[in-house]
C-alpha cells in the first residue's frame, strides 16, 4: 500500500471591473477583481476588438460602434484558471449639423437651427451658454460671431460643431 500526498489547489475567482456602455473613441478603463488563495502569475485580457494584453489593467478605446464581449483569463501560480466576460456597448457619436446663413444685415436675427442629436447646448465665441436643449437659437449680433451647439444623443454622447455669421454693415 503506497501513500502518496496529494496537494489540491483551489481555482482563482475571476470578475472584470468595468462599465457596460460607453461612447465611440471614449476611452474605457477595465481592471480584474480576482479573489485567490494563490498568487496570479499572469492576465490575459481578449478586448473583443481584435487587441489582447497581458497587463492587469487595461485602458481601451473602441473605434467603431456596437457590441463587444471582453474577456479576462486569470492563471495562478499553480496552474489554476479562471475566465469571464463582459458584454460592453458602444454607442455612437451623434453626427449634429448646423443649419444657418453665414451673412446677416446688422439689426437683423439669425436663425441657427442644430440636427443630429437628442439635445442640444448652445454658446458663443467667450463660451457664455446662450442656451440649453434648444435646438433653434434665434441671435442678433453686434459683430462678426462664431456659435458653438454641443449635441448629445440619448446615450450620453457627444460632439460638437461650430458655425460663424458675417455681421454685414
Known amino acids: 500500500q503506497a501513500n502518496y500526498k496529494v496537494t489540491v489547489f483551489d481555482f482563482p475567482q475571476a470578475n472584470i471591473n468595468a462599465v457596460t456602455?460607453?461612447?465611440k473613441t471614449q476611452f474605457m478603463r477595465v481592471s480584474?477583481?480576482?479573489?485567490?488563495?494563490?498568487s496570479i502569475a499572469y492576465?490575459?485580457?481578449?478586448?473583443?476588438?481584435?487587441?489582447?494584453?497581458?497587463?492587469?489593467?487595461?485602458t481601451v478605446q473602441y473605434v467603431?460602434?456596437?457590441?463587444?464581449?471582453?474577456?479576462?483569463?486569470?492563471a495562478?501560480?499553480?496552474r489554476c484558471f479562471d475566465s469571464v466576460c463582459k458584454a460592453i456597448t458602444v454607442h455612437p457619436i451623434p453626427a449634429v449639423t448646423i443649419?444657418?446663413?453665414?451673412?446677416?444685415?446688422?439689426?437683423d436675427t439669425a436663425t441657427l437651427k442644430a440636427d443630429g442629436a437628442a439635445s442640444y447646448i448652445w454658446s458663443?465665441?467667450?463660451?457664455?451658454?446662450?442656451?440649453?436643449?434648444c435646438q433653434v437659437l434665434k441671435v442678433q449680433p453686434g459683430s462678426s460671431s462664431q456659435y458653438k451647439v454641443v449635441g448629445v444623443s440619448q446615450y450620453g454622447c457627444?460632439?460638437?460643431q461650430t458655425t460663424n455669421l458675417h455681421l454685414v454693415q
Do not use: A, M, R
Request: with cysteine.
Open 21 to 23: 456602455e460607453i461612447c
Open 32 to 38: 480584474p477583481d480576482v479573489h485567490s488563495k494563490d
Open 43 to 58: 492576465f490575459l485580457w481578449n478586448l473583443g476588438n481584435g487587441k489582447k494584453s497581458l497587463d492587469s489593467v487595461v
Open 64 to 74: 467603431e460602434d456596437g457590441y463587444y464581449t471582453v474577456k479576462l483569463t486569470v
Open 76 to 78: 495562478t501560480i499553480n
Open 99 to 107: 443649419t444657418s446663413s453665414t451673412n446677416v444685415c446688422k439689426g
Open 124 to 133: 458663443d465665441q467667450n463660451n457664455n451658454i446662450l442656451c440649453s436643449n
Open 158 to 160: 457627444s460632439e460638437i
